[in-house]
């Protein structure tokens, strides 16, 4: 039986003051090794949520745990790949991909000791391997990351995530930002990963089309009004993989879901 | 010449651009010759606007011989040897030296920015208090320097550091502020901690703009290493400049601007060269 990972209990989050609701009573718990999407209008909430599971925001009320605890603040246990800004601009890719073991493992002095070069250049070679599994080649390794294209870019920041082997990883909007056609690679490629490495994957994004290819389950968050803030509107299990000819029906129902206003119970549909 | 010569989208070509950018030094140059031409032939005793023939001679004296105060030294030996003998090399040494230190001081300004504009609680510290300081007249603080610290170098190196500290700290807090946030998150994420993320993320980013950053202030540098040896000092440039003013030795004078000139110039260009070869990543936007 597949454990449960995240557990969000009765959060809300609200900003300034006085306090305006973002996120209002979501209850959510999600297994390990699902790939859960999460869609919803702009201005919804759906980077609130993530930011929640991140660490680096905190629900007013409720709690979120994963794994039985609650975290403060952002860790390794979950990777996280935003739409902007994923790679360190002053390393190169193979750099970035290794920045995680190496900064987890060495301290800024433990770098000096000869111990850290070696185990660097274990490092490498897996970073290289990462690299080959994300389709670049060994010289993009040695490129800055602006000097590589915004989907080669998104391919080095999910490998820099994979790469501390965490058990949990964040995507928000991760591909909103790139074209079509290397849109539809990048989704190849994250459901190849996850696949393979098993990782229960929370991926934000506004596209209907791309949560129903990619998600195992798709939860739509709305707000009933204004002054409220965003609930958890359905909660959909897509089957794996989704047919084809089921996939109009299901964006009709994500979108109507999505563009409901009114207040209504959270839709269960299996 | 295309059509449009003053336009926005006018686009000079290579040799309009070399015309027009040194035309301006001609000109300065040309002008100071007519003036400095006529006005010797009206008062062959005129000190005002020396010729090139009198600014070579007095360049020569100063690159050459030692200064008043040194005569007692050696006069003799090969050039090398009377150059670092000389007024120019003994003044050059001195200020050098105190810019040098300056510079040194100015290294824990960029760590307090850095912790100031990570670190919540170092920031709520000082904020407020750098402020203030960055809008206290530096020059104005001079007699308290020279009272606290003496006439000694301390005192025109904490002028320096007084006057261009503050500038330099918050801007270290803008940039460092101007990280994106996701930046830092995704450091927590890979497994960094608090320091990791100030030294081994943040700091590595914004080195570049700070050395930008120090190197447009080198002038403001220069000002206050010049009015403290202006006022208080037995050697340097300017202390020279200063000396040499009252027996309006301005044919010495203007090849010792132009000299601090130079020196300027030749540290920006350092400093443009080393912040490539550090950053090679660095593009300015």
Redesign the interface.
Known sequence: MAMRLIEIDHACVAYGAPPRPVLDRIDLEIEEGEFVCVLGQTGCGKSTLLRLL?G?EHPVHGQVRIDGQEHH????T???V?Q???L????TVLDNIT???E??EF??WGRLTPGFYRRRRELRVEALEYLRRIGLREADGRK???QLSGGMQQRVALA??LM?K?RILLMDEAFSALDPGTRKEMQKLIRVLWQSTGTTVLFVTHNTHEALRLGTRVIVLAKESPEHGSRVVLDLRVPDPCREEEIPHLVRRLESASENTEAAPVATAR | MSAGFLLIHAKPNRTWTAVLSWSLFVLGIGLYLYVAHSRHRDNPEERVTPTVAQMVRGMYDAALKPAEDDEQQVQGGSVAQRFFGSMLWKDTKATSRRFIYSMLLLIPAVLLGLHMGLFPYVGVLFTRFILFFDKIVALSMLPILFIVFGIDELAKIMLIVVGVAPTIILDAVNLTRAV????V????????GD??VA???VL??IMPRILNSIRLNLKAVMCFLFAGEMIASTDGLAYRIALLRRHMGMDVIIPYVLWVALLLFLVDWSMRFVNRKL?????ES
Do not use: C, I, N
Not at chain 1, 73 to 76: E, G, I, N, S, T
Not at chain 1, 88 to 91: I, Y
Not at chain 2, 279 to 283: G, K
């Open positions: 991140l680096s603040q952002p860790d390794r979950r990777g996280y935003p902007k800004y994923s360190f601009p002053d390393k920045f995680g073991p900064v987890s301290s800024l800055y990351p602006d820099q995530a501390t965490p | 994106p946030g996701e930046q998150v995704k450091a927590f994420t890979l497994g960094a320091f990791d030294y081994r993320v590595k980013q950053h090679p990543w660095f593009r």
